[in-house]
């Protein structure tokens, strides 16, 4: 783990649905600085003053997190885990599979 890695990742949803992995403070500011302008407050600016500070160590990788976290949850795009493999996807541990 590297100094600005999350100590675990938090899952968004982007503008296309797809769900992502924001697993780093590098991660987050490239996540916000694509968040549109029209929709940026005061949420977002904590976050990526937050972002900010954090890479230039002043301020921990988790308040980063934190501050991240608080600003996806605000805007409804925060995941609450990652998005589990359908059942018809994953392999049986042993034997065949159920016709």
Request: net charge positive; hydrophobic share 45%; proline share 6%.
């Amino acid at each position: 783990m590297t100094a600005k890695t999350f100590s675990s990742p938090i899952f968004v949803r982007d503008a296309d649905q797809a769900i992502l992995q924001i697993a780093s403070v590098a991660d987050a500011l490239g996540f916000l600085a694509r968040w549109p302008e029209q929709r940026r407050g005061p949420i977002y600016n904590t976050a990526m003053r937050a972002c900010h500070a954090a890479r230039e160590d002043r301020l921990s990788v988790d308040g980063a997190r934190n501050a991240f976290a608080g600003f996806a949850r605000s805007v409804g795009i925060r995941e609450t885990e990652a998005v589990s493999i359908e059942p018809w996807i994953a392999t049986p541990k042993r034997g065949r599979m159920p016709l």
